[in-house]
């Protein structure tokens, strides 16, 4: 097992504990690099759909992770990042000035939700995100002129100096864009993470009177965590546009909603590893699913039969599996049997079991 | 000039005075306690002066100037630091990373610097880190400083407390009831830490406290209250032989007091 | 159609959610939980009183298979705690919530599977028969409703407030540990809730069936009746029931006066700004801790 010996406090700060673990790191970026020359176009594509859900998961996993706050209704923040970018590029403007125009506007709505947000907590806080997503479904219908209504958009071609970014005219091409912005936002993640901002919105999450006391401004903190959270995922929402090509009200209807939710779960709450972690299930589930169906159907004879609810019931089985079983979600696992071998033979079964949280009522805050 | 001034402080909460007209001074570099039984109003004051409640009638000024006006995140950038009688830490961070965000008073750094770390930020980091350092030297927190919060034993959490407070830098310290379920040893090491506050970093200190040991061991002026009323100001020793104050902690004696 | 016949059905709707708002508040109250799945289980109640009334090798009378399905839903209820929610013992509140998102999802997946996903009718004896009151004509299903919705409601009250289990039940929300050494049976409690919780929502199913058809997909009611809740507010039962009947009206007149397409947000409009205002609702139960 390796001992760290920290020689001075840029031990604590670095962004890699040491060197193996920067080595196994450089590996994993040398691997994502290389890909598209490994694979098929088609799983190309998958692959930058589990790169796009991540991002996504990565600004909610800010809001709900970091700073406590539970969103159950990030597809508002997708839907505004998606639209304000295919609605620009279709004026003419370039893509490289949309997509961060994009992200802004969203963290700009974001903030302006905060407002009305900070005196609300837990379910309440939850309930109102919930409302978000339900009205601005309602509002891209009702904006028909700007957005299209319910024919939707086409999200036009990427052209960044010159060169076309299609999906399928250039895979590759569109793949190295969306996982450019990937590994910039996970940075952006990590740094805030371990700057004055992460603690202050940890600090936040665990007790609002204490942040007061120690000079946290909590409405600006609030604010902020609205901010960054809702911009990270109006970037996903623009380049999910790209990636489905035409979009409309349904793209981000309720189900996907609780959809990025559960994801996080899976993936684990709070950890970086955790959404790329959720966002591979979620990414590869309907490839999944069809296949196990197909294989059922040759098996007992019966044909494959398409019943719809059936992805979603799948999904929320194994969502409630992890639940029962590993509520640290699968980062969580990986992070156990990680340390059972570091620690081997010394291991202690009972290492990593929560502290039981009695129920006292949240209606006295 | 005190540094803290409570001028005819009153507070109600609904029909009920919580505090009646309290008025008292703290100097600078003394060790001020307040003392009385439960629902005396003593954290009731505390609360008045971090701004989480606002009194009806009175001033509370800090170095001269009223802080009525403040919002309660304000009040640790004066220089006021508080701890909190049932213990309000960040469960589930790690011991340091609590005592990181004392610092944030002392952050110069923006949500922009912060989001790229710039080489300030890095620097910045350190600098907050070495401060910490000491408090945790100061009250030997090293074998927790990478644990959570969430699995610390009591006494530890309300050193943990203290610490937190001691990282902002303050020049007031508000300490609320810091020996409360504490062992005799550990409120040993809290009468000596007290000390060494007042005089190695020149702290003053505010504190609620029920143990009269520790309060006659560290204590320069003693308040009594009751009900919200100020029965007695003076060194330990008077006030707590001060009728007023026997009667409202034992009771008046059996034979009717004469008018 | 009259006003007072816009109010007559507003009202009726209103009770409908009113009922999945109480199956949330009762479950609230008691675990301080949200179950997100109240809605479906509506949903379930009304297509096992289908079919119990319907099926093939057992076709019970309509008076008997309500009872019946009140039952079977009660024991649902009572088995989904005991089986799985029960596990999350001493883990946060999120994660209950997100558990009964999850549930919804396969309750629904379950039904179609079982059912199909073509809109049914529950045959009731109550539908399609009117009464006539001096010019207005009110529909004797929803005359059921609203009366059937106040009765329970009464009764529901009156049970968590002078009941020694209805108060166990609220103290065993309000602190648990305590609870615990008073001697609360508190996992049993919490059992009997969703039971209870179960029940009612089979009743809400049953009466919204009685005015139209169902399908697996209308548990996503729950969604307004989530708005009736929290603008009652989440502590309160007579609260949801007010709430939902707010709810109930706002659609009839908001579609009358305000222009198609703004009348179905109107609901969430109202409770964006509850939240906004008021966020406790309006009967709120909400208290400051003293540090």
Redesign the interface.
């Given at each position: 097992m390796r001992t760290v010996f920290k020689t001075s406090?840029?031990a604590?700060?670095r962004l890699f504990k040491h060197g193996a673990q920067a080595f196994w790191y450089g590996l994993l970026l040398l691997a994502v690099v290389a890909l598209p020359w490994l694979i098929s176009d088609y799983m190309i594509g998958e692959a930058v759909n589990v790169l796009i859900w991540a991002l996504a998961g990565l600004g909610l996993m800010v809001l709900t992770g970091q700073a406590g706050q539970a969103s159950l209704g990030h597809t508002a923040f997708l839907a505004v990042g998606c639209y304000t970018n295919a609605i620009l590029q279709l004026k003419g403007v370039p893509f490289l000035v949309s997509f961060p125009v994009a992200g802004l506007l969203a963290g700009i709505v974001g903030v302006i939700v905060a407002i009305p947000a900070l005196r609300l907590h837990g379910i309440y806080l939850a309930i109102f995100t919930l409302a978000l997503a339900v009205l601005v479904e309602d509002i891209i219908v009702l904006a028909a002129p700007l957005t299209g209504g319910i024919s939707g958009l086409n999200a036009p071609t990427i052209k960044i100096l010159g060169a076309e970014i299609d999906r399928y005219g250039a895979p590759k091409l569109f793949y190295y864009l969306v996982l450019a912005v990937v590994v910039a936002v996970t940075l952006?993640y990590r740094?805030?993470l371990?700057?004055?901002?992460?603690?202050?919105f940890?600090?936040v999450?665990?007790?609002e009177?204490?942040?007061?006391?120690?000079?946290?401004?909590?409405a600006r903190t609030k604010a902020?965590a609205f901010g960054?959270s809702c911009a990270i995922t109006g970037l996903a929402g623009a380049l999910m546009g790209h990636f489905a090509g035409t979009f409309n009200h349904e793209t981000f209807n309720l189900a996907i909603a609780i959809q990025l939710l559960l994801m996080i779960v899976i993936g684990g709450l709070g950890s970086i590893h955790g959404a790329f972690l959720g966002a591979i299930v979620v990414g590869f589930m309907p490839t999944m699913i069809a296949f196990l169906r197909d294989y059922v159907g040759k098996v007992t004879g019966t044909g494959s039969i398409a019943i719809p609810g059936l992805e979603a019931a799948v999904f929320a089985a194994i969502l409630i599996g992890f639940i029962l079983l590993e509520p640290m979600g699968m980062y969580g696992r990986w992070f156990k049997i990680r340390t059972y071998f570091e620690l081997f033979p010394f291991y202690r079964r009972d290492m990593f079991k929560r502290?039981k949280s009695y129920l006292k009522t949240e209606r006295m805050r | 000039m005190s540094l803290l001034e409570l001028d005819h402080v009153t507070l109600r909460f609904g029909g009920l005075v919580a505090v009646n007209d309290v008025s008292f001074s703290v100097e600078e570099g003394e060790v001020f306690a307040l003392v009385g039984p439960n629902g005396a109003g003593k954290?009731t004051l505390f609360?008045m002066i971090?701004r989480?409640y606002t009194p009806a009638a009175g001033d509370i000024r800090f170095q001269g100037k009223s802080i009525l006006g403040l919002p309660?995140?304000?009040?640790?950038?004066l220089g006021i630091?508080?701890t909190?009688?049932?213990i309000?830490?960040?469960?589930?961070?790690t011991v340091l990373?609590n005592l990181?965000?004392?610092?944030?008073?002392h952050?110069r750094?923006n949500?922009a610097s912060?989001?790229?770390?710039t080489p300030f930020?890095?620097n910045e980091?350190?600098r907050?880190?070495?401060a910490v350092e000491k408090v945790i030297d100061f009250l030997e927190l090293q074998a927790y400083r990478d644990k959570l919060v969430?699995?610390l034993p009591y006494g530890v959490r309300k050193v943990v407390e203290l610490a937190?407070a001691l990282a902002?830098e303050p020049k007031l310290l508000l300490l609320d009831e810091p020996a409360s379920g504490l062992s005799v040893e550990e409120t040993q090491d809290l009468t000596y830490w007290i000390e060494d506050i007042r005089k190695l970093m020149g702290i003053t200190v505010l504190m609620v406290e029920h143990d009269m040991k520790l309060v006659a061991a560290v204590s320069d002026r003693v308040l009594a209250l009751a009900d919200g009323k100020m029965l007695a100001l003076g060194p330990p020793r008077e006030v707590q032989s001060h009728p007023a104050v026997v009667a409202a902690y034992i009771g008046q004696p059996a034979e009717a007091v004469t008018s | 159609m009259s006003s007072l016949q816009l109010i007559v059905s507003g009202l009726a709707n209103g009770c409908v959610y009113g009922l999945i708002a109480l199956g949330f508040v009762l479950i609230y109250k008691a675990t301080e939980a949200v179950n997100f799945a109240q809605g479906d289980f509506m949903m379930l109640g009304a297509f096992v009183a289908l079919g119990l009334t319907t099926g093939q090798s057992l076709a019970l009378p309509f008076w008997v298979a309500v009872p019946v399905a009140i039952v079977i839903m009660f024991v649902l209820g009572y088995l989904l705690d005991v089986v799985i929610i029960r596990q999350l013992f001493g883990q946060s509140q999120t994660t209950v919530v997100i558990l009964t998102i999850a549930l919804g999802f396969i309750i629904r997946f379950v039904a179609g599977a079982i059912w199909g996903h073509e809109p049914q009718t529950l045959p009731t004896p109550f539908a399609g028969q009117n009464l006539r009151f001096g010019g207005i004509v009110i529909g004797v299903d929803e005359l059921m409703v609203i009366v059937t919705t106040l009765i329970l409601t009464l009764v529901l009250y009156l049970f968590f407030n002078r009941t020694k289990l209805g108060v166990a039940m609220q103290a065993a929300s309000q602190n648990q540990l305590a609870a615990y050494y008073m001697g609360i049976p508190v996992k049993r409690v919490q059992s009997m809730i969703w039971g209870v919780a179960g029940a009612v929502a089979a009743v809400a199913g049953i009466l919204f069936a009685s005015k139209g058809s169902i399908d697996p997909g209308m548990g996503l009611l729950g969604i307004k009746a989530f708005a009736a809740a929290v603008i009652g507010g989440f502590g309160s039962l007579p609260g949801a029931l007010l709430g939902g009947i707010l709810v109930g009206l706002i659609e009839p007149f908001s579609s009358r006066y305000v222009a198609a397409g703004y009348s179905q947000i109107a609901p969430y409009v109202l409770m964006l700004l509850v939240l906004i205002f008021r966020p406790h609702g309006l009967f709120a139960q909400v208290y400051s801790k003293?540090?």
């Open positions: 406090y840029d604590d700060i952006l740094n805030m371990r700057s004055p901002l992460g603690r202050s940890a600090a999450r665990d007790s009177i204490s942040a007061q006391a120690m000079g946290v401004d909590l902020a960054i502290q | 954290s609360n971090s989480f309660p995140s304000q009040i640790a950038y630091a508080r909190f009688q049932n309000e830490l960040f469960e589930h961070s990373q990181l965000v004392g610092r944030r008073r952050v750094s949500l912060d989001l790229f770390f930020v890095r980091e350190i907050h880190r070495e969430a699995g937190r902002t | 003293k540090v």
